[in-house]
T-cell receptor
Framework: GAGVSQTPSNKVTEKGKYVELRCDPI?????LYWYRQSLGQGPEFLIY????????DSGLPNDRFFAVRPEGSVSTLKIQRTERGDSAVYLC??????????????FGEGSRLTVL | DAKTTQPNSMESNEEEPVHLPCNHS???????IHWYRQLPSQGPEYVIH???SNVNNRMASLAIAEDRKSSTLILHRATLRDAAVYYC????????????FGTGTSLTVIP
């Protein structure tokens, strides 16, 4: 389809393991965002890419979290030494323009991460 | 970040209008007001946005108070497919990448 694609849709892992979550944005969208959503809460900003560079990573909770977007398209969110508190739905969004007023965000359906 | 306040939940009868309020008393002069909604098990989707004037699109209308300290999202005829969590968000031009979603209003549509 033409929307934002996220894989896997569900990931169950054990505490301490390493996890990668992938986001394939809408073709041509230069801005890409990662959010995290815990049960009953609204999405929480993690990081924003403009092209290949992370323009704002101030939402990453600690140094176990890292994200890349090497070619300015697909992005991978990487979580090291996972903890039970990392369990959440991780949402990716893209937009034609970023950091501006009218850049409508298009969200994927999210990757649900469960850390046992 | 400028914050918004919304009721936790609201109910509406099907095919009746719905007015979803949002307070944003700390809004700055350059903040845009955005609304997104999130259906169950889906990512949020854009609904509408505005700065000062009221706005209409195919999904909804946005009424913005003259002092901009509050706004109202209006669904003209609620359908069962409108049942979702509605988020009112302020987007600041220079750091507009950080949408602050809050907890939103959960809308229940009664058939």
């Amino acid at each position: 389809g033409a929307g934002v694609s996220q894989t896997p849709s569900n990931k169950v892992t054990e505490k301490g393991k390493y996890v990668e979550l992938r986001c394939d944005p809408i073709s041509g969208h230069t801005a890409l965002y990662w959010y995290r959503q815990s049960l009953g809460q609204g999405p929480e900003f993690l990081i924003y890419f403009q092209g290949t560079g992370a323009a704002d990573d101030s939402g990453l909770p600690n140094d176990r979290f890292f994200a890349v977007r090497p070619e300015g398209s697909v992005s991978t969110l990487k979580i090291q030494r996972t903890e039970r508190g990392d369990s959440a739905v991780y949402l990716c969004a893209s937009s034609l323009i970023g950091g501006m007023n009218t850049g409508e965000l298009f969200f994927g359906e999210g990757s649900r991460l469960t850390v046992l | 970040d400028a914050k918004t306040t919304q009721p936790n939940s609201m109910e509406s009868n099907e095919e009746e209008p719905v007015h979803l309020p949002c307070n944003h008393s700390t809004i700055s002069g350059t903040d845009y007001i955005h609304w997104y909604r999130q259906l169950p098990s889906q990512g949020p989707e854009y609904v509408i946005h505005g700065l000062t004037s009221n706005v209409n699109n195919r999904m909804a209308s946005l009424a913005i108070a003259e002092d901009r300290k509050s706004s109202t999202l209006i669904l003209h005829r609620a359908t069962l497919r409108d049942a979702a969590v509605y988020y009112c968000i302020l987007r600041e031009p220079n750091t507009g990448n950080q949408f602050y979603f809050g907890t939103g209003t959960s809308l229940t549509v009664i058939p």
